[in-house]
Each structure stands twice: as structure tokens, then as C-alpha cells.
């Protein structure tokens, strides 16, 4: 994975892309690098094995945009819009997020591992099938969301709500139900067995 700046901060951008539209444009095997965008209109753009990488966004509307294994490699999203957007087999490895909304978001498999969305509200948002190994998931709201098959491993899952939450087939070795919100939530037999086992118990047959 690509370093960061320091301190955390967005990397220095090369290029600024200002107040521009891209509505409905195909952005399909487009590749930039260190590019800040801000104020760009990506509203029902669509990409294809797009290639982003040490990016910032600032205030870019993805609403109702659609991508396929196209990559966000550590990039920085600030204020950012994903009214309805999907992504699907995409890679968001080491991306930040920052006071964006994701109503209706849908991402279908990829990889997001590393990505950090604390205290962001993915209320009714899905996610199947996707790798969020060692993501920064503290303090997110999660409720009525479908995290489906989701790995989870690693991931810090301190103060998260995951309230009515469908995570049925999700890997759950990093969740402590003592320090997140679990009521109502679904889960399968195994995710029982391994939640159980973090609160001490001891599972075996009567």
C-alpha cells in the first residue's frame, strides 16, 4: 500500500480539476494521479477499470454513478456525495472518508481494506461480499444495513452501530459486542459461536 503524507494528510496534489461537469460522462480507463478534485459533478458518470490513485475529492457528487473494478488507491474523499452510487469489484484500498453521505450506496465485492469511515452514517447502505480487512469502522452507524459475506477482519469496530444490521456470513472476529451496538442484528449459527467465544464462554455440545 502507498504511504500516506505525512501525519495522515492527503498527499500534495499535482493538478487541480475545479467546478467541472463529468454528468453522465464515461470515465473508463481514465488514470490520474495525486489529482485534487473539488466541486466536479460525477452524477451518473460510469467507469471501467479507472485507475485513481493519492487523489483528493472535495465536494464531488458520485450520486447514481455506477463503477466496475475501477480503483480509489488511497485516496481522500472530503464532503463528498454517494447518493445511490455502486460499486462493484472496485478497490478502495487505504482510502479516507470525511463528512460524506452514502444513502442508498451499494458496493458488490472489491476491496476496501484499510479504508477509514469513522463516524460516518452508512444507515441502509449494502455491502456483499466485500474485503474491509483492517478498516477504521469506529463510531459508524451501520444500522439497517446489509453487510453480507463482508471480511471484517482486523477491522476496528469500537462504538459502531450496527442496530438491525443483516451481517449473515460476515467474518466477526474482531467484534467485541461490549463495545458496539448489536440489537437487532442478524446472524448465523457460526457468527454466534465466535461472538460468544469473545465474551468468554465456553461453546460445545450439551
Not at 454528468?23 to 490520474?32: A, I, K, R, Y
Not at 482510502?95 to 460516518?120: E, M, N, R
Amino acid at each position: 500500500m502507498v504511504e500516506r503524507g505525512r501525519r495522515g494528510l492527503p498527499p500534495e496534489a499535482g493538478t487541480t480539476i475545479r467546478s467541472v461537469s463529468w454528468d453522465g460522462d464515461d470515465l473508463s480507463g481514465q488514470e490520474h494521479h495525486r489529482v485534487e478534485f473539488v466541486d466536479v459533478d460525477m452524477t451518473e458518470a460510469t467507469s471501467s477499470r479507472a485507475v485513481f490513485s493519492e487523489c483528493t475529492f472535495r465536494g464531488v457528487r458520485f450520486n447514481v454513478s455506477t463503477h466496475t473494478e475501477s480503483a480509489f488507491l488511497n485516496c481522500t474523499f472530503v464532503r463528498c456525495s454517494f447518493f445511490d452510487a455502486t460499486f462493484t469489484g472496485c478497490k478502495l484500498v487505504g482510502s479516507t472518508f470525511d463528512d460524506c453521505t452514502f444513502a442508498l450506496l451499494k458496493v458488490d465485492g472489491g476491496d476496501w481494506s484499510f479504508a477509514a469511515l469513522p463516524y460516518a452514517d452508512l444507515t441502509g447502505t449494502t455491502f456483499d461480499g466485500v474485503r474491509l480487512r483492517e478498516a477504521d469502522l469506529r463510531n459508524t452507524i451501520c444500522a439497517r444495513a446489509t453487510f453480507r459475506g463482508v471480511d471484517l477482519s482486523g477491522a476496528s469496530l469500537r462504538q459502531t452501530d450496527f442496530t438491525e444490521c443483516d451481517l449473515r456470513g460476515s467474518d466477526l472476529s474482531a467484534l467485541d459486542p461490549r463495545t458496539a451496538t448489536v440489537t437487532g442484528a442478524k446472524i448465523d449459527f457460526s457468527q454466534a459461536i465466535t461472538i460468544a467465544a469473545a465474551l468468554g464462554m465456553d461453546v460445545g455440545p450439551g
